[in-house]
């Protein structure tokens, strides 16, 4: 995905540029259109406040270790009704940059146990990595509170339709056992 931030001179952190005696701070908080831009490219409907800030440490000295705090407040259509959700998002977000990491070769690839650690690049993009963190952090099934699916209950004529607790594997034993304490009063 091409980052719609990825043109601010203010995303941009060159790293032989930062200081290696101590971490840097930044903060990002992308404007009306720029949080209009993520939306479209992340495919929900709006995002109504969106802030990236954190630090960017050295580790030894040729590794970086980027940690920060991730606040957004999202809107999304609903799974079932379509009416928009509004969620608030409030993520840490950790990466580690390192210059020696392990050559992943071959067709059979087994991911990392840890998934913050990336190749050391020479410019991190910081949008990036917020809209990366955005993308992760967004419900999968965005659902209003009071939004209900129904049941929808359906079978061929003269058949005796087949609900949900019909289906259930232990339905039939329920039945059974309410029939047997039926007979025993």
């Known amino acids: 995905m091409e980052a719609p931030l990825a043109a601010l001179p203010r995303s941009q952190l060159r790293l032989a540029d930062l200081t290696t005696r101590r971490a840097t701070d930044f903060s990002l908080v992308p404007t009306a259109d720029e949080r209009r831009a993520i939306a479209d490219a992340l495919g929900i409907t709006a995002i109504r406040k969106l802030r990236f ?6 580790i030894g000295t040729t590794d970086w270790a980027l940690r ?14 379509l009416d928009p959700v509004t969620t608030r998002i409030d993520e840490t977000v950790t990466r580690q940059y390192v210059a020696d990491l392990p050559a992943l070769d071959g067709p059979d690839v087994e991911m990392p146990v840890d998934d913050t650690v990336e190749e050391l690049p020479t410019v991190i993009d910081i949008a990036q990595v917020m809209i990366e963190a955005l993308a992760l952090a967004l419900p999968l099934y965005p659902r209003r509170p009071d939004a209900d699916l129904g049941t929808a209950v359906s079978a061929p004529k003269g058949a005796t339709p087949l609900t949900d607790a019909d289906a259930k594997p232990f339905a039939g034993l329920a039945a059974l056992r309410a029939n047997l304490e039926k007979k025993e009063e």
Do not use: F, H, R, S
């Open 68 to 81: 920060a705090d991730l606040g957004a407040t999202v809107v999304q259509d609903c799974v079932v009704t």
């Open 53 to 58: 800030a954190g630090q960017i440490a050295p």
